[in-house]
C-alpha cells in the first residue's frame, strides 16, 4: 500500500451529465471517430431508444408485424439480490436481476425504477438520504452513478476505460469509496471520488487487489478486503495519510466478502465463504442460521441490527435476542418476446456449394500463389487458377507457411498420431516430417532465413526448431490461447498475439502484440492501439512485413498497418488500411501488399490502401449423401419423444431419410427389401443420434486434429452445435464433415462470440459501441452462414438488443449468451449455462453455494427460452472409475487429456467428494425443477474445456442419479429437445418416418438405466453407418510415416521463460487454469 495520490481535474475525463444509456456520450465518441451518424445509424438508435423506453417497464418491444408471447411473471425470491435502507428506515432498494426495485421496509410490492440498460447493481443509499450510488455498466465499462431514490436525476460521476466498482458513501454523503483498476497497474485498489466535484483520489496502491470498500462511522478509515484476485484473504482498515491495520484474516481456505463497521465503530459484519458455504460473520462470530448469504454489504440498522440478503430473501437478524425476520417483497415483471421466422436448412440438396471455410491463407513470397487449407486438405492455388490438392488422406492437417524463397510449404498433420511438423518440398513432393516432440506442433512460421521454424504446442508454449539440426528449443512461456507466430526480418524478434490481462480479480484484458527477443526471452507487451485488442488470437496476427518496416493485424475486424522499430517492436500510430470484415492477413515477400479474408473471400490490397481487389477461389464441395435401401432391425427402439420403447421393429432407411417403421418383417417381406442392406440390431437398443449442444470446437480442436469428430461419434453424438468457434475453422468443419472429407458429427457452426472491449477467450470478437463495427460483425456472420450467434461476457446490454433484432430478422437463427435478464426480455432465445463468467463477478442464476432461486426458475419455466446445462463436474467417475480405460478413450482421446481424465477419475474416487456432489446435487435440482415446472434444459458440455464425449455422458447420468428424472426425459434434453431448440425439429431429434436418419446403437438398455448409453456400437449419420472399431481404426495404426521418432526429451528454454513467470502472473497456467 501507498499514500494517496490526487489527480487534479484536468487528468481525468471529467464526469458530466448523460442519459440514461449514456448514448449521447457514445454519440460524440462516434462522430469524432468516423464523423457525423449517417441517418441509418439514427434511426437504429431512434428505435433502440424506443425500445428502452418499453424496458424501463419490464416490456420488450415487438418488431411490427410480429407475433409475440406475453408472460407476466412474478418474483418472490431472487437470486445474488442486493439491498441498501434509506436513513430513516423505512424504504429499501434492492438490486434484483440488475435492476434496481424500490420496496417498504415492511415489505410487500417492490417498484421497479430503472431500466434494464443501465445495468445497475450494488447499490448504496447516502446517509444524507438524496442519493443513490451504484455500478453500472451502461457505457460498456463499470463506473459510478448516483440517481435519486425514486430512479430519476440519474448522473454518471466517474468515467474512462478502467472499470469503477462496489460504491459506498462516506458517513457526511460527500464521497464516495470504490475499487477500480483504472491505475492500470494490474490491481485492484480503492480510490474516492468527490460527489459534487468529481475529484479522484486514489488511498491503495499494492500489488493486493483491494475492492468492496466500506467506511468507519467517523469517516476516518475505509475498511475493504485484500487478497489475490477474487479471493479475499483479510479485511483491511485505511487512513488519510495510508496507515493500515488488519481488521480480520481469513480461515485457511475462505475467502472474504463485503465488509461493514457497525454504527458505534467496535465489529466488523462481513460473508465468509468455503465450500459452498457462505455465513454472515460478525468480528467472527456467524451472525443467523444461513449458509447462503449473498457477497454483499449488509446494512447496520442499529448496533444490533442486521439487513443483509441471503436464501432469496431479504432478512433483518437481532443479534442481541438471535431472531432473524424476512422482509416479502414481489416483484412483477412482464415479457413479451417476438416470435421469428427460422432459418430453413437444405439437408437433401445433392448440389454443389462453394467452399467458405477457407483456413489460414499465406500469399507466396512472389505474390502469385495462395497456400490453405479447405475441406480437410492443403490447397495450392496460383492466383486466377483454380485449386490444386496438395494432400488427400483423411487425417488432419493446418496452419500452412511458405518457406522465403517459395519452394518448401510447412504444414502439421496428425497422420503419425498426433500433430507433427512437415515441409513438403512442392517441387519435388517429397515431405519430411521435421518434428516429433510429444504434444501437438502447429501454427509454423519460417524464419526469414529459412533455417529455423517457429511453433507452438497445445499449452500455448512458442518453440523455435533448427531444421538443420532438430534441436527444439522454447522462447515464450505457455500463453493462453495466443496467436500464430511471425518473426522480424532480422530473425531476432518473434511477435505473438497474446492476452494480457487487467487484474487478477477479472480474467479479462486486452489482445496485445507480444515481442519476444529469440536468444533472451525477453518480452514486450505493446497495445495494438490504446486500450484496443487484435481481433482474434488466431489469423489476425501481428504479421510481420518481410522489409521490417510495419506489422499488420486486424483491429475492429478492419485491417491496419503499424510501423515498428529496429527491434521489432510496435511504434507510432496504427493506420487502417481497409473498412471492410477482415481476417488472416498474409503479406507479399515485397511487402508491398497484403492478402486477407473477407467474408468468405480473398481480397488483396495494397499497404497504402486503396480499394481491395477480389482474388477468386475455384472450389467446391457436395454434401456426402447415402443411396439406396437400408434395413435396421432393432431389438428395441426408443425414438426420442416420451417414456414408451417399441420392440422388434424395422427402422427402414431410403437415401438418408427414414421412411417407415415397421413391425419386424423376415427378409424379403416387402418387395422393395430385396435390394436393400440389413443392419442386425435385434440385440441393440436403437435412440436418435446425441446432440451436444454446447461445445468450442477449436479451443483445441488443432491438437486433437482427425481424433475430435471420431471421438465424439464413437460415444453416440451424431450432432455438434457450436455456440463460439473461429469462424473460418467452424466453417471448414461443418464442409469437411458434410463432404466426408474429414469423419465427424454433423456440425452446426457459428464463429467468434461478439464481445465488448475487454476479452478473454481467443475466438471472441472484441467491439467498441460502434454501429459500423456490429455490421461488419453481423457481415461476417450473414455471408459464413452461422447457425447461432453468440454474445458474449463484456458487451452490453443495449449492444446486445442490436445484435438480437438483426441476427433475427436478417438471419433468422438463435441468440444466446452467459445472461438471462434482461437479454431474455428483448428477445435472446437462451442461455448458453446454469450460470459462468459475468462482467458482475457473481450471477443472478446460481448463488455461489450452488443454488437458484425461484426468479431464474420461473424465467425459464414460464417463457419460451431454454437453458443449457454445463455441469463440468467430474464427481460421478467415482461411481464408474473403469470408464476412463475404455479402449475408445486410450485410442481417440490425445495422450495428454487422457492423462488429465485419467487423474480426474482418481481424483473422484481418492479424495472427499462431499463439496463436489453437493454442487452437481444442486445443479440438478434446478434442471429437474425447470423440466418439471415446464421449461426447456438442453445438456451440453463446454467441451473441451470438459472432458469431450464422457462430459455428456455424466451430465444424463447426473440428471438421473441426482435430478431425479426418468432416463427419457434426461435423453430428450440430449436429442429432442435440442433439435428443436437449434430450429431443425422437423428433421433431427427423433426417429419417425420422414426424419433423417440418425441414430445411435446401444447395447443393454438406457431407457431402464442410464449408464448403458455409453455401450455405443455404432452410429448411423445421413444414412451412413459408422461401426466404433471403423472409427477407432486410423488411430489404432496411423497411416502415413509412423511414430518411431516420437521424443521424450526435455525441451530446453530460453532464460526468459522461466523469469516470466513471476514477471507476469498469467504465463503461470496455474494460475490461469480456473480462469479457463
Same mark, same amino acid.
Request: hydrophobic residues 35%.
Given at each position: ?121 450494488? $447499490?448504496?443509499? %447516502? @446517509?444524507? =438520504?438524496?442519493? /443513490? *450510488?451504484?455500478?453500472? !455498466? #451502461? ?6 452513478? +448516483? ?111 463485503? $465488509?461493514?463497521? %457497525? @454504527?458505534? =465503530?467496535?465489529? /466488523? *459484519?462481513?460473508?465468509? !465463504? #468455503? ?6 460473520? +460478525? ?126 510449404? #510447412? ?75 511471425s518473426w522480424f526480418k532480422d530473425g531476432k524478434t518473434i511477435a505473438v498475439g497474446a492476452l494480457k490481462p487487467y487484474t487478477r480479480r477479472f ?570
Amino acid at each position: 500500500m501507498a499514500s494517496l495520490r490526487r489527480l487534479r481535474p484536468q487528468e481525468r475525463l471529467l464526469a458530466r451529465p448523460t442519459s440514461r444509456h449514456g448514448w449521447p456520450r457514445r454519440a460524440r465518441e462516434q462522430e469524432q471517430e468516423e464523423g457525423p451518424l449517417h441517418p441509418q445509424r439514427r434511426s437504429s438508435r431512434l428505435a433502440l431508444l424506443v425500445l428502452t423506453a418499453v424496458l424501463f417497464g419490464g416490456l420488450a418491444a415487438v418488431p411490427s408485424g410480429s407475433s409475440c408471447s406475453t408472460r407476466n411473471l412474478v418474483f418472490h425470491e431472487g437470486t445474488n439480490i442486493a439491498a441498501t435502507v434509506s436513513p430513516d428506515g423505512q424504504t429499501v432498494i434492492m438490486d434484483l436481476q440488475n435492476n434496481l426495485w424500490s420496496l417498504k421496509i415492511s415489505g410487500g410490492k417492490a417498484e421497479k425504477i430503472t431500466d434494464d440498460f443501465q445495468e445497475p447493481s450494488r $447499490p448504496h443509499w %447516502s @446517509p444524507t =438520504g438524496e442519493l /443513490v *450510488a451504484f455500478q453500472s !455498466f #451502461a457505457t460498456g465499462t463499470f463506473h459510478i452513478w +448516483v440517481m435519486k431514490p425514486d430512479g430519476s436525476g440519474l448522473h454518471q460521476l466517474t468515467d474512462g476505460h478502467g472499470d469503477d466498482r462496489d460504491p459506498r458513501f462516506s458517513p457526511d454523503g460527500k464521497r464516495i469509496a470504490f475499487s477500480s483498476d483504472r491505475a492500470f497497474a494490474g490491481s485492484y485498489d480503492i480510490w474516492v471520488v468527490d460527489v459534487a466535484t468529481g475529484e479522484l483520489t486514489q488511498w491503495t496502491s499494492g500489488p493486493a487487489d483491494e475492492f468492496e470498500p466500506s467506511w468507519t462511522p467517523d469517516g476516518k478509515e475505509i475498511v475493504f478486503i485484500s487478497g489475490a484476485g477474487a479471493v479475499g484473504t483479510t479485511i483491511q482498515a485505511m487512513d488519510a495519510s495510508g496507515t493500515a491495520h488488519t481488521l480480520i484474516t481469513a480461515p485457511t481456505g475462505f475467502r472474504l466478502n463485503s $465488509p461493514v463497521v %457497525s @454504527p458505534d =465503530g467496535t465489529r /466488523v *459484519a462481513y460473508e465468509q !465463504f #468455503a465450500a459452498n458455504k457462505s455465513t454472515l460473520m +460478525v468480528s467472527e462470530q456467524q451472525v443467523g442460521t444461513s449458509t447462503d448469504v449473498f457477497p454483499f454489504h449488509a446494512t447496520w440498522l442499529s448496533n444490533d441490527r442486521l439487513l443483509y440478503t441471503a436464501d432469496g430473501k431479504i432478512r433483518v437478524t437481532d443479534l442481541s435476542g438471535g431472531s432473524t425476520d424476512e422482509i416479502a417483497f414481489s416483484a412483477a415483471y412482464r415479457m413479451q418476446r417476438a416470435r421469428y421466422s427460422r432459418k430453413h436448412f437444405d439437408f437433401d440438396s445433392r448440389d454443389s456449394r462453394q467452399a467458405k471455410g477457407i483456413v489460414g491463407p499465406a500469399l507466396s513470397p512472389d505474390g502469385t500463389r495462395v497456400v490453405f487449407q479447405a475441406l480437410n486438405q492443403l490447397w495450392l492455388m496460383k492466383i486466377g487458377e483454380a485449386p490444386q490438392q496438395l494432400t488427400g488422406d483423411s487425417y488432419y492437417k493446418c496452419d500452412p507457411s511458405w518457406s522465403p524463397d517459395g519452394k518448401r510449404i #510447412a504444414y502439421s498433420s496428425d497422420k503419425a498420431g498426433t500433430e507433427d511438423l512437415y515441409v513438403l518440398d512442392l517441387e519435388s513432393g517429397d515431405e519430411t516430417r521435421v518434428s516429433s516432440i510429444v504434444g501437438a506442433e502447429v501454427s509454423s512460421a519460417w524464419s526469414p532465413d529459412g533455417s529455423q521454424l517457429a511453433f507452438q504446442d497445445q499449452t500455448g508454449a512458442t518453440f523455435v526448431l533448427d531444421l538443420g539440426t532438430g534441436n527444439v528449443r522454447q522462447v515464450i512461456a505457455s500463453l493462453f490461447a495466443p496467436s500464430k507466430p511471425s518473426w522480424f526480418k532480422d530473425g531476432k524478434t518473434i511477435a505473438v498475439g497474446a492476452l494480457k490481462p487487467y487484474t487478477r480479480r477479472f480474467r479479462e484484458g486486452t489482445s496485445q502484440i507480444l515481442t519476444v527477443d529469440v536468444a533472451s526471452g525477453a518480452l514486450t507487451y505493446t497495445e495494438p492501439s490504446p486500450f484496443k485488442s487484435i481481433s482474434t488470437r488466431g489469423e489476425d496476427g501481428p504479421v510481420y512485413a518481410p522489409d521490417g518496416s510495419a506489422v499488420a493485424f486486424v483491429m475492429e475486424s478492419t485491417l491496419w498497418v503499424r510501423p515498428v522499430d529496429e527491434h521489432g517492436v510496435p511504434t507510432g500510430e496504427a493506420k487502417r488500411i481497409n473498412f471492410e470484415a477482415t481476417d488472416a492477413p498474409s503479406w507479399s515477400g515485397d511487402s508491398k501488399s497484403l492478402l486477407y479474408l473477407s467474408n468468405g473471400e480473398l481480397r488483396m490490397i495494397p499497404r497504402e490502401g486503396g480499394t481491395p481487389a477480389t482474388v477468386g477461389v475455384d472450389l467446391s464441395w457436395t454434401p456426402q449423401m447415402s443411396q439406396g435401401r437400408v434395413i435396421v432391425h432393432a431389438g428395441k427402439l426408443w425414438d426420442g419423444r416420451g417414456p414408451n420403447v417399441r420392440e422388434d421393429v424395422d427402422i427402414v432407411i431410403e437415401g438418408n431419410r427414414i421412411q417407415e417403421i415397421r413391425p419386424h418383417q423376415a427378409t424379403g417381406g416387402d418387395p422393395g427389401d430385396k435390394t436393400a442392406r440389413f443392419i442386425d440390431a435385434s440385440q441393440l437398443t436403437v435412440i436418435p443420434g446425441l446432440w451436444e449442444s454446447h461445445t468450442h470446437e477449436w479451443i483445441s480442436g488443432k491438437f486433437y486434429g482427425a481424433r475430435l469428430g471420431r471421438l465424439w461419434m464413437v460415444y453416440g453424438v451424431t450432432s455438434l452445435n457450436s455456440v463460439g468457434d473461429p469462424v473460418y475453422r467452424a466453417a471448414e468443419t461443418r464442409e469437411a464433415y458434410g463432404s466426408g472429407q474429414r469423419v465427424g458429427p454433423r456440425f452446426f457452426a457459428t464463429g467468434e462470440a461478439i464481445d465488448g472491449e475487454r476479452v478473454f477467450y481467443n475466438f471472441m470478437r472484441p467491439t467498441y459501441g460502434s454501429d459500423e463495427q456490429f455490421e461488419r460483425e453481423i457481415s461476417r456472420a450473414e455471408a459464413l452462414e452461422y447457425d447461432m450467434v453468440k454474445t458474449y461476457v463484456r458487451l452490453r446490454h443495449e449492444d446486445n438488443a442490436r445484435i438480437t433484432q438483426r441476427v433475427h430478422d436478417r438471419m433468422k437463427v438463435w441468440t444466446a449468451s452467459h445472461y438471462m435478464l434482461s437479454p431474455m426480455a428483448y428477445g435472446e432465445d437462451g442461455q448458453t449455462h446454469v450460470s459462468a463468467t459475468t462482467r458482475t463477478g457473481f450471477s443472478y442464476t446460481r448463488s455461489f453455494a450452488g443454488i437458484s432461486y425461484e426468479d431464474m426458475r420461473t424465467v425459464f419455466k414460464r417463457t419460451d427460452a431454454f437453458d443449457i446445462s454445463t455441469t463440468f463436474s467430474s464427481t460421478l467417475y467415482a461411481d464408474d472409475p473403469t470408464m476412463v480405460e475404455d479402449p475408445r478413450l486410450t485410442t481417440l482421446n490425445t495422450p495428454w487429456d487422457q492423462v488429465l481424465l485419467v487423474a480426474k477419475r482418481d481424483a473422484a474416487v481418492s479424495t472427499d467428494q462431499t463439496v463436489a456432489r453437493d454442487s452437481l446435487q444442486k445443479e440438478e435440482d434446478t434442471v429437474a425443477a425447470i423440466r418439471r415446472g415446464g421449461g426447456v434444459i438442453l445438456a451440453g458440455t463446454d467441451s473441451p474445456l470438459d472432458n469431450v464425449a464422457t462430459a455428456l455422458h455424466l451430465n444424463l447420468r447426473a440428471q438421473v442419479r441426482l435430478g431425479g428424472l426418468q432416463p427419457w426425459e434426461a435423453l430428450e434434453s440430449a436429442t429432442s429437445l435440442t433439435a428443436t431448440e437449434v430450429g431443425v425439429g422437423k428433421d433431427l431429434g427423433t426417429v419417425e418416418p420422414g426424419k433423417l436418419a440418425d441414430l445411435a446403437f446401444i447395447a443393454g438398455d438406457p431407457l431402464t438405466t442410464i449408464e448403458d448409453l455409453a455401450n455405443v456400437q455404432g452410429v448411423m449419420k445421413n444414412g451412413r453407418l459408422y461401426t466404433v472399431p471403423e472409427l477407432m481404426l486410423p488411430f489404432v495404426s496411423p497411416g502415413g510415416l509412423q511414430n518411431t521418432l516420437r521424443s521424450q526429451q526435455t525441451v530446453p528454454a530460453a532464460p526468459g521463460v522461466e523469469r516470466s513467470r513471476s514477471t507476469h502472473w498469467w504465463h503461470n497456467p496455474e494460475l490461469m487454469e480456473d480462469h479457463h
